[in-house]
């Protein structure tokens, strides 16, 4: 029986059937293969990361951690040392920018040096299959987990671009203890940001999210330093970094503890987080280098002032509003000075700080000038009798020495003939927001009878300090500039920080410089200091946060030194003081015009009666010769007896005549002031050569 004979079609037709079924099935085997991919159910990619509280240089001032309790900040690659990039690519993938998710080639590998050496030398995975394992939060032991990583690798690589990839890894990386991601590694370990790295600290943030636990510096060093030193082998060998820089980051010593994260201005960043919930940056107007001095700096003035008293202080530019340092304590975790409470928001007594307002407005109002008389004597409104702080009366005194010594008494008149009411108006208006004991404001308001914060305080002065009508206080960055309502007119801003720059000013302090005023609250609860300069205004608060009683404080001795200290670390000179207005005053006594020469009430003539006493030699403005016999005076009018005051000194009482004579209070220029048996008085200023 005779073979059909060989037919060569059929057998190119064989070939060609198998090829076809062979190529249906690899294109059935890639399409399920690639619809299984794409059927990944993906983890979530948007992961909380800290809320962080920036200043206005983007500097972190404070950052809060995630829900559970990690320290995760948001960072991009543009955020991190090209360096360290370099190092974790050609360290961990290196065809990371080439491959679809899963590198054959390094699996290839890790399989073969696994089977020769009986253990896993390497591993094969990618950095997206390490962000696989990160998201989920995976094991790499088992090939079930190693096959899923493998999988959402390859669909995260469909679906995002490899530089959302390397974000993701540089978000979720584990470098040991609570904190996770590359910022916080950079903090946790090096107290800075990733943006600038040493070799070594490249090396060793490579090294530690391999084994984050068994590889921290602060518990194994050996591991850490072996690990490092392997990455840094490496990278010499394939030219990344030189023999030298290499040989330095082995010796260069490794972090021994993790580091606290910064909390610089921990109080605003506690207050402007619960005021913009979910909002992740919050970049603020404080400049973080002048925060951490300020802080430093109230720590320093409580060191030696006993274990319960607290500080508060603000720095703010009083042209734009803008608060560039704001204290709420000495020591936010001090429980024993109550440090967790903020003194710039606590309401106290301001104490005489109150009383440049008081003066300016009198000034607005017509009803004084700097170099108007006023009366330091005994007075009585409807049974409120206020005191000077010393008990003593000084008799005619001018306005500018009276705001200077902080007297009571002239301050009490002003604001009789003012209102209470309008005061708490001008308070309100500068932007302040007061609060009253009682039922409605009082003559005491003037002394402080009232409650208030330190950062309205500095809103107040801020005003005074720009003429009048400020900025208003902000601490956003964005946040639209606004202007509080006019205090008083730029003339009377004038003439109040012109007075103030007189005031003695701390030791070792350079008077004229700084206008400035200090107070004490009733019962020594809070010390006060605020002043300003060209450009800048400050305010310090001492006391205790519970409002106990401090024996002996006064804001003179206790604040003011840190006052001046505050604006020698904000900057290293003072800016000069404004220039008058050109519509102000500026006269002596004699000069001014009749109605100013002496404060004198509304409902009042504008003369004494007619037997109020009066000095008719030496008259006002007098400029008389040193003799060696004293110095004659005459009066007329008054009732005796007669008590003489010369510079505020008394140099002869119980006088029953109206001409006599006294001793010459010396060479230059002196102030005499008569004093009648009914507490009416006449003052003179003259001149002796």
Not at 274 to 281: D, F, I, N, S, W
Not at 304 to 314: C, H, M, V, W
Not at 645 to 662: I, T
Request: positive net charge; charged residues 20%.
């Amino acid at each position: 029986m005779r073979c059909p004979a060989y037919q060569p079609g059929e057998k190119w037709k064989w070939y060609t059937a198998t090829l076809a079924v062979l190529l249906v099935a690899a294109f059935t085997v890639y399409r399920t293969f690639d619809a299984w991919i794409d059927q990944t159910d993906l983890p979530l990619t948007l992961t909380e990361t800290s809320t962080e509280v920036l200043d206005r240089n983007g500097k972190l001032l404070r950052a809060y951690p995630v829900g559970d309790g990690l320290w995760r900040l948001a960072v991009q690659p543009a955020d991190v040392n090209p360096r360290f990039l370099d190092m974790l690519l050609r360290y961990e993938d290196k065809r990371f920018r080439s491959h679809a998710g899963v590198d054959p080639i390094a699996l290839l590998r890790a399989a073969g040096q696994a089977l020769w050496n009986g253990r896993t030398v390497s591993g094969g995975s990618t950095l997206t299959m390490q962000v696989a394992r990160l998201l989920e939060d995976g094991t790499t032991g088992r090939w079930s987990g190693k096959l899923r990583q493998m999988r959402v690798a390859l669909a995260l690589e469909r679906r995002l671009s490899k530089e959302e990839i390397l974000t993701l890894y540089l978000t979720h990386a584990p470098y040991g203890g609570a904190a996770e991601g590359i910022r916080a590694a950079t903090y946790s370990w090096f107290g800075k940001e990733p943006k600038r790295l040493t070799p070594a600290e490249a090396a060793l943030l490579v090294a530690l999210p391999q084994s984050p636990e068994h590889r921290r510096p602060d518990r194994f060093p050996a591991a850490a330093n072996e690990a490092r030193d392997r990455v840094l082998e490496r990278m010499q060998h394939q030219g990344l970094v030189s023999d030298e820089q290499a040989k330095a980051a082995r010796r260069a010593p490794l972090p021994h503890r993790m580091a606290a994260f910064p909390r610089l201005a921990p109080h605003l960043a506690d207050r402007v987080t619960a005021l913009h919930p979910g909002k992740r940056q919050l970049r603020l107007t404080l400049d973080g280098a002048l925060q951490s001095r300020m802080q430093q700096l109230l720590a320093e003035a409580v060191r030696s002032t006993g274990p319960r008293l607290s500080a508060a202080l603000i720095a703010a530019d009083h042209q734009t509003g803008e608060v560039l340092a704001m204290v709420g304590s000495p020591g936010y975790s001090d429980a024993t000075r109550r440090g967790f409470v903020d003194m710039t928001q606590a309401i106290r007594s301001p104490g005489s700080t109150l009383k440049p307002l008081v003066y300016g407005l009198a000034f607005d109002q017509g009803l004084a000038h700097p170099e108007t008389l006023i009366h330091d004597g005994p007075v009585n409104f409807a049974g409120y009798a206020p005191q000077n702080f010393d008990g003593e009366f000084r008799g005619d005194i001018r306005v500018r020495e009276a705001l200077q010594l902080s007297l009571n008494i002239p301050i009490v008149k002003l604001a009789q003939e003012l209102g209470p009411a309008r005061l708490m108006a001008a308070l309100r208006v500068g932007g302040a927001r007061p609060e009253l004991p009682g039922a409605g404001p009082g003559l005491a308001l003037s002394l402080g009878g009232v409650g208030i914060s330190l950062q309205d305080m500095v809103q107040l002065y801020a005003g005074l300090a720009a003429g009048g009508r400020g900025s208003g206080l902000r601490v956003m960055q964005g946040e639209a500039q606004r202007t509080a309502g006019r205090l008083i007119s730029p003339e009377a801003a004038w003439q109040v920080g012109d007075i103030l720059r007189g005031l003695r000013v701390p030791a070792g302090a350079r008077a004229g410089t700084l206008a400035y005023k200090t107070g004490t609250s009733y019962g020594h609860r809070d010390a006060w200091a605020i002043g300003w300069d060209g450009r800048h205004v400050i305010g310090v608060w001492m006391g205790r946060a519970d409002g106990t009683p401090v024996p002996g404080i006064f804001g003179g001795d206790l604040a003011a030194p840190v006052l001046f200290e505050a604006f020698g670390r904000l900057k290293p000179a003072f800016d000069p003081l404004p220039p008058p207005p050109p519509a102000t005053l500026i006269v002596s006594s004699a000069e001014l015009p009749q109605p100013l020469r002496r404060f004198r009430p509304r409902d009042a003539a504008f003369s004494e009666p007619a037997d109020a006493p009066e000095l008719i030699f030496p008259p006002n403005g007098a400029r008389l010769a040193l003799g060696s016999s004293g110095l004659t005076l005459k009066l007329r009018g008054g009732t005796a007896p007669f008590l003489v005051l010369a510079n505020g000194e008394p140099v002869l009482s119980g006088q029953r005549q109206r001409e006599f004579s006294v001793p010459s209070p010396g060479r230059g220029f002196s102030s005499l002031v008569i004093v009648d048996g009914a507490g009416r008085s006449d003052r003179v200023d003259l001149r002796i050569d």
